[in-house]
């Protein structure tokens, strides 16, 4: 009966929802900043670190939400530590695009472990679930470089 | 739940087979709409009704001359009568038209809250209410100055009267408007007792009838309501239309709300002048179709009659109550006595969103979120829940779907 | 008029079949439907639009995460894209859906009204507006203290655009609201212009579309227009829908109209935010199936193509002005060089209501009285007129009927 | 083809529209009441003097409206001069009643003339056209006997 939800619900999503890597505010931080949805009252809030050469040397998270959007804010964490703002909000556009259906598959080399929410685009409801954190880290990272 | 005292449940499966929709398939499997709080399905003399007026007979109404016209406002105006029998108004120019409940929410608001109350007054909410029925007396605190009151609910989900009788005593509030029925915890809330409880503090009542009237027939002089809301598209009407009613003396000392075409008596430059009520609160062309089809809608709940429908819904809340939280694992919000066909519920190591999308994989539709009342999540400590809500068209076997489809979600996320 | 210049009549009359309506008989007579511009008739695929969306596909919307929600989600959201590529707006998030027109010329009077504009700016208006676009500012300015201005219209009923200039001169205007075409005298105002002017004295620019939309395509980008407001029953779609579109950063900077569900960010019992527009101005349920049938009736015009409307019912004025005017005692109101499908009269010895009985004996539905208009009416010296208006779905034999009705009235009264 | 409407428009509706017999304001009176039609614009005004007896020894009235509401003030004028303000509220309550197309039959003594109103009751959207110039009178008359 849930076969094809498997699709949306992929182990490593289940997992990583249930035992997180990288949840937690970070004690020292250079940024926070919260996203939420208005429409089901989900938020999260994501903390950056940024190391001598200006990447983003932590990231943690914070938040109430589904499996897909913890398991999404933890692979984003883990996605985006060591890269630089420019390179981590052109992570956060490939995500969103993977999300809802764009162009770009899941199997592209870019994506690495983030491809398992390619199934998400096929529940039209649940898209902003996996943006969300990505919406709050986006948001964190600010207008600078 | 005290299921002796309630009425024998009412055989209802019958009319299924007046609302086309429900013989849809989702993913290949049978609709099971479990989210009529949210919006009810039509029923086929609902769609016929707007599809006739177009088809034979449609013009705009009030300013016609000719025959289309003549008839169209015959049948506008008196889906206005139908309403005022429904909830005994004492009079059908109590009836005002609204797109919903929300719109006649901040109607009263604005006309009533601005032009009636005085800065200083106050207003009493209840921790139960949905947005609808709180942000409109915010923009009403920030803009004209009225302290917002908020009357606590008990771990029952019940309206504390104690605490209302409290945040009325120093006789500063103006209106208390509460929901008649919570869309979260299904509290029917004790209306004319509160109705009271105001009156004898010198304050006006309102209550928010957008669940309420779907499951009970309401009598709005029976509760000693002085403004009543409601929306049409959760009593198996269209979208688009609702309805406020309020006393007559109530209406006629309100300013106007919206400006416009049919709201007015004379308008010259310099000063304008209103309709009579209900027209004044009326302006530019009414939701025609729509109060059409609320009219045949109207007609169908009296057809199939509200007793019927209160005992059908009484016992599927029941049984729904009993084999739901049995689920391990779930948790049940509010348990008031008096309550209507509504369930919420949150489930352990699952969130609401992940348990309405593996329902919906079943085919069983449920609403997941905060359902426009966050400050009610924050009271019960929860961000969201998932709630099943039951129409007159519900039946048992669909309510034992949700209970099976329960019990494989929560295997899923063992 | 100078028919030489018009484009070629284009052919029509096959389109009448997808008009149930149009068929009926008046007392025995084939009804000539010559009210319009009161409210169109419906075509079949709006009419099939909204009763599919009530049999297969309904549930409320953006707060659901099964099927329907979903699907009715999509299909109401994809009518604002629809909207916005009608009426080339610049992105899907500044189409604000409302009621009518006049719901969304009073969301500008409240939102931008109190909050943007300051007491002692000024706003303008002109004589020839619709009481929808009138009774809002006189209330704005009644409870904020703006000054209402009133830009002069010619004896050919066009706007005067030399005392509009005045009027603006002392750059205390803020905001200009005229009618893009008169409801009465059928006049098109030359928007771009009248935006260029209120633009460089400092005001935003305001077009009541109602009946602009209508009859020909409406770019509010080239026109310059800082908000344009239309109806969808005039449209050919369904009652209870309307369309405010306007600028994303007026639309960013104005404060809420009404609260409820929908157009919250987060909601606390001390304060609340708002969504992103456009949800921010739309609370509570929106009229989901009038948006589907606006949606289908925009699919409709955009089929049949504006210029072939514009061809036909330019060709229809003209030769209703000529034959119309032929009746003697017959006076028509207005003479603008651009002008729509409607003709309003008045006859010697004949009150409008008597013409408009007589006509309607006949079969001929026009509409009598003071059109919403009544400051245009005392500019022009008459307390009524009879109209007629015209739609897609006219034709020639129709102004002829309405001409030889007319002079049977004429008789009867003579 | 306006068989039907000599219902409606009999000939002394028509001769009154055209010649009234009671026009104008009265030069002295003792009250005036204005009534109209938001839906359409018309309005009527009366003006009513009483006699030494307490009755209306002059009607008048002044308005623009269709030829139904010009006959119908100049036919109240004649119905209710002469009558105090009980009378002519009666009357003004039973024309209101033969209008909306009541139980009163157009034959009953009680009407006279005023029986040739009887047509509007089949046009829903003349009635108003016909009571208003009765409305102005109760007005004038006011809360008083
Ligand atoms: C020019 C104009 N403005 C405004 C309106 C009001 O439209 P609505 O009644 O649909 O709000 C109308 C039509 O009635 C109109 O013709
Ligand atoms: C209790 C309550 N009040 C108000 C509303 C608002 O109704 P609407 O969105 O139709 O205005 C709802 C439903 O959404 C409700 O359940």
């Keep these: 009966m849930f076969d094809d939800l498997r699709d949306l619900y992929q ?106 929410f390619a199934g998400v685009a096929e529940f039209p409801s649940r898209v902003k679930c996996a943006t969300l954190p990505w919406g709050a880290l986006v948001a964190a990272l600010g207008g600078g470089a | ?178 929901t008649h029925m919570s869309n979260v915890l299904g509290t029917y809330v004790p209306a004319r007792r509160v109705a009271r409880l105001a009156h004898e503090h010198g304050a006006r009542v309102l209550f928010d009838g957008s669940q309420a009237i779907v499951h009970r027939r309401i009598d709005v002089q029976a509760i000693e309501a002085d403004f009543y809301a409601f929306t049409g598209h959760k009593l198996y009407g269209p979208t688009g239309i609702g309805v406020l009613w309020a006393r007559r003396e109530l209406l006629e000392a309100m300013p106007p709300f919206l400006g416009g075409g049919d709201m007015i008596g004379t308008v010259r430059f310099e000063r304008s002048t209103w309709a009579a009520i209900p027209h004044k609160f009326e302006a530019g062309t009414p939701a025609i179709l729509e109060a059409i089809g609320l009219g045949a809608a109207i007609r169908y709940v009296e057809t199939v009659g509200y007793a019927a429908i209160a005992a059908h819904e009484a016992a599927l809340t029941d049984h729904a109550l009993a084999i739901v939280s049995a689920v391990p694992g779930l ?32 085919g069983i539709a449920v609403r997941a979120g905060h359902h426009c009342a966050e400050p009610l999540m924050a009271r019960f400590g929860v961000e969201s829940t998932a709630r099943a809500s039951f129409a007159l068209y519900t039946t048992r076997a669909e309510v034992d779907a949700l209970a099976a489809g329960l019990h494989r979600v929560r295997e899923f996320f063992a």
């Design chain 1, 11 to 116: 182990d490593v999503i289940l997992d990583r929802a249930r035992h997180p890597r990288h949840g937690g505010r970070l004690a020292a931080f250079d940024a926070t900043a919260e996203a939420d949805n208005p429409m089901c009252g989900d938020r999260v809030r994501v903390w950056i670190a940024r190391d001598d050469a200006g990447r983003l040397g932590g990231v943690g998270y914070e938040g109430c939400g589904c499996a897909i959007s913890l398991a999404s804010a933890d692979l984003m964490a883990e996605a985006v530590i060591g890269k630089d703002a420019a390179a981590a909000r052109e992570a956060a556009a490939r995500f969103e695009s993977l999300a809802r259906g764009g162009t770009l598959t899941s199997d592209d080399p870019a994506f690495g472990p983030l491809g398992v």
């Design chain 2, 1 to 178: 739940m005290n299921v002796d005292t309630r009425p024998a449940a009412a055989d209802l499966s019958g009319l299924r087979a007046d609302f086309p929709i429900l013989s849809q398939k989702i993913r290949g499997l049978p609709l099971v709409f479990l989210d009529s709080a949210a919006s009810a399905q039509k029923p086929r003399v609902v769609i016929e009704a707007m599809r006739e007026a177009m088809e034979t007979q449609y013009a705009n109404v009030h300013r016609g001359l000719h025959w289309m016209s003549e008839r169209t406002t015959d049948a506008y105006e008196s889906v206005r009568d139908a309403v005022a029998a429904l909830i005994n108004a004492a009079s059908r120019e109590e009836i005002v038209f609204t797109r919903n409940s929300t719109e006649a929410i901040n109607l009263v608001a604005h006309s009533f809250g601005r032009g009636i109350l005085r800065p200083g007054q106050a207003v009493v909410i209840s921790e139960m209410e949905h947005h609808s029925n709180i942000v409109p007396w915010q923009m009403l605190r920030d803009a004209h100055g009225i302290e917002l009151r908020v009357c606590p609910v008990s771990d029952a989900g019940e309206l504390d009267l104690a605490a209302l009788g409290e945040l009325l005593a120093d006789r500063r509030v103006g209106l208390v408007s509460v």
């Design chain 2, 331 to 362: 948790r049940i919000l509010g348990a008031a006595q008096d309550r209507g066909g509504v369930v919420s519920f949150t489930m352990e190591n699952a969130h609401a969103h992940d348990v309405a999308t593996l329902l919906d994989r079943q």
